[in-house]
């Protein structure tokens, strides 16, 4: 039905952006019980906290997402290297297949899925996390995992929470 180029949605609540999604082609399909928008060159979600600052980026090679006429359900679906950062906590999740179920507002897999964090790494098969990825839990993690020592005197600098336009990916 529809056929977008180079797609840039803000979605605000009270005037602070609560999500930013990027697209390089969005085609939109419907029937008669499912709208369906596909995103064959990947895209880039931004979430931010309720206080405007960038949280959570998530990014991925394909997407699909699923509107449900009959009940008003929504269903995200990411495929293909897809990364989870939460900026906030410095916490970066990649796997291959990814989910969002916004009427629980929880983000989840099955497939094997990696996280780095400051304070090590982890491996394993299944997550879940609310949506904007902030208690993350492996369900069946590897009996490996590392320990990441850091440098105390070192200085992080917040580049992503600028002041200023929004920026293309």
């Known amino acids: 039905m529809q056929v977008v180029d180079d ?4 979605q605000t609540k009270n005037g602070v952006v609560v999500m930013r999604i990027e697209a390089d082609k969005m085609l939109r399909y419907e029937n008669d019980t499912t709208t369906m928008e596909l995103f064959p060159e990947g895209f880039a979600v931004y979430s931010y906290t309720d206080e405007g600052l960038l949280e959570t980026i998530l990014l991925s090679d394909q997407a699909r997402h699923l509107t449900y006429k009959a009940n008003n359900g929504e269903e995200w679906q990411a495929f293909g290297n897809v990364s989870v950062q939460n900026l906030i906590k410095r916490e970066t999740m990649e796997t291959d297949t990814i989910y969002w179920d916004q009427r629980v507002h929880q983000i ?3 497939c094997y899925i990696r996280m780095y964090s400051p304070d090590g790494f982890m491996q394993g ?3 879940r996390s609310d949506d904007k990825a902030r208690n993350a839990v492996i369900h069946k993690p590897f009996n490996s ?3 990441v020592v850091q440098d105390t005197t070192a200085i992080l600098v917040d580049s992503v929470n600028f002041i200023g336009p929004f920026l293309k990916k």
Do not use: L, N, P
């Open 145 to 147: 995992y590392s320990v």
């Open 7 to 10: 797609m840039f949605a803000v």
């Open 125 to 127: 098969y299944g997550m």
């Open 108 to 110: 989840y897999t099955d």
